[in-house]
């Protein structure tokens, strides 16, 4: 934008951690201006082995305990994330440690972060147990021992929930050395790695781009606003995935900030101008017509962008929190922290004077605040999968669970802000009751024709939905023809011809017709594969299922009939004289004949005594294919397989009825084969 807007405008990318040379490249081979800053010498030492079940928190305590013998200084240790943090404090606990042991990391209260960057009153050594938030942002005084796990907590954004969880990873080598050189800023230090050298040289060079990882919502609305219809066609350094993209647009169209195409409305100008998430904003422009819930909602939104003023152990019910800062402002005791407390109040501060409203302490209804989130995150309403489980379906099919013990499993209908998707099931960690009532507004109503596999029956129902929940079901009086006939298809595709009654029969059929396809290819003979059949159901079934509702009534259409239809009239009439499905023997028994889908030789099973007096193979296809016999003794046990009778009867039938004279005495074998008469039974010597 600075060639069209701003050419005498120069910009200045400063960053620790960022790839200049590649920077460079994407920026026309803009410049790089390198400040190394001061820098002590830091002493590298790595694992001399690693074993995989080691569990993190030993690996750190004992690594600690090394650290305070070997070298001076206090010690700043890089754990992935709060559990580890606490697990490690534990097992620091139960040794005689001679230092204090602090934690550091977001969400821990103002003066507890403090105790921890500060050195410490009583002049004993100290070890700072911290998450990656230590990296760049804090300089903790006294520090010349880093001692690295190895791993961070990152967020990363999943598009198919629009949800984020946090994953713990291997640092990468930038990473890495950002924090080794925490040790080196006031003296000489050292650094512990605990992973081997040859594990350092696996690491990746950089962090994936925030871009990757990140909810695009913002961006693509501020895009908007801009005039941009095309996201990706824009020329980015790293361009950002196509799927966040699409959801990110998805939901700012359920937030009404663009129309069905995409383009931004009046409402999603209004909301791109307020300095908040396009979920809060919304929530606030919703909430404007009535001065009450305008004081909730600027509230809720200082409160949502705020850190947690209230301990882990309070429960995830947002109504504590609302409860907590009206009492505080109201010049009352409450046990939620103080500092985070007056940020809230800043930041609500700012939105009652941008919106023009004053501060409202009075107490609030609970199911309001849960009606003001759900503007917010309208995907995150969860219905409760059985009564007081802690166990919710958002309406974005996913399921999360509510903390144990936690009193808002009381509730059948709860909105979550703060949760982490999580690998299975999502963890919920701020989150507000629902009056089913007030759901209505956000519901739509849908018709929705679909199998029930408990009913065994095609269901036409009017729903009304949130998402992929359902608040009220009525049955449709009449369910239309062209929805029912989709759903029937589809569960065919899905389950198979097994389902139609497919049976020998229509197997024999399906064989013959595709023998006759692989004989004669410069015909027309469909392709009656199974894989075909199910592909072209809307061509050759569909006329059939407008009477069809349950699975009896699938099972009993006339298939045979159907089939038919497969063929011209030219194929229904040639189909019985080319491919018959018997074949008469000299004994006047009318044999079947076994066909095969991929045109190998068709099969007659009969007895060498009803082939008496027959001189050559029969024959199929106009004479042009041969079947292959298979000779039967009387106790229908194979005898010969040939598709040269002729040559049998001269060469080997002799042999044969040797045997078969021995076997079977009270029948009739006689010498010449070719004048003697074929039977069905038993025809004894004479």
Known sequence: MQHLLRDDLRILIMSATLDGEYLSKRLSKAPIITSTGRQFPVDIQYLVKVSPNDRLSNLMAQAITRALQEEEGDILAFLPG????RQTAERLEAISLKAIVYPLYGDLPFNQQRSAILPDTNGRRKVVLATSIAETSLTIEGIRIVIDSGYSRIPRYDPRSGLTKLETVRVTLDSANQRTGRAGRLTEGVCYRLWTKAQHHTLAAQRNPEILDADLTSLVLQ???????????????????????????????????????????????????LPTHPRLAHMLLESGHNTKLLALATDLAALLEERDPLPREAGTDISLRMESLRQWRSGQRTVA?????????????????????????????????????????????AQQRQPHSERYKLANSRTVLLPQHDHLVREPWIVAAHLDTGEK??????????????????????????????????????????????????????????????????LIRERGLSVLGWNDACEAWQSRVMSLRTWRPDEAWPDVTEEHLLK?????????????NKITDIQRLNLPQIFQGLLDWQQQQQLDKLVPERLEVPSGSKIRLQYFSDGRAP??????????????????????????????SPGYKPVQVTQDLNSFWRNTYHEVRKELRARYPKHAWPEDPWTAKAVRGVVRRS
């Open 82 to 85: 709060t559990g580890d943090i």
């Open 223 to 273: 895009l908007k606003a801009w005039g941009v219809s095309d996201i990706l066609s824009l020329d980015w350094i790293t361009p950002p995935p196509a799927g966040t993209v699409r959801q990110s647009i998805q939901l700012l169209m359920q937030l009404d900030a663009l129309d069905d195409d995409g383009m931004i409305t009046a409402r999603g100008r209004k909301m791109a101008a």
């Open 337 to 381: 922290e103080r500092s985070v407390l007056e940020r809230i109040e800043r930041l609500a501060s700012s939105w009652r004077k941008q919106f023009g409203v004053v501060a409202d302490n009075t107490s609030v209804n609970h199911y309001w605040i849960g009606s003001r989130i759900a503007l917010a995150f309208p995907e995150r309403i």
């Open 425 to 490: 099931e999502g963890k919920v960690f701020l989150a507000a009751p629902l009056d089913e009532q007030d759901l209505d507004s956000l519901a739509q109503v849908q018709e929705a024709v679909r199998w029930n596999d408990a009913t065994n029956r095609v269901e036409g129902v009017i729903e009304k939905r949130i998402g992929n929940l359902v608040l009220h079901s009525i049955p449709m009086k009449e369910i239309p023809i062209p929805r029912k006939r989709t759903v029937l298809v589809n």
């Open 536 to 548: 072209t159901l809307d061509v050759w079934l569909l006329p059939y299922l407008d009477d069809v």
């Open 603 to 632: 099969v007659l099973e009969v007895r060498l005594q009803e082939v008496f007096g027959l001189l050559d193979t029969p024959t199929v296809n106009e004479g042009r294919n041969k079947v292959i016999l298979h000779l039967l």
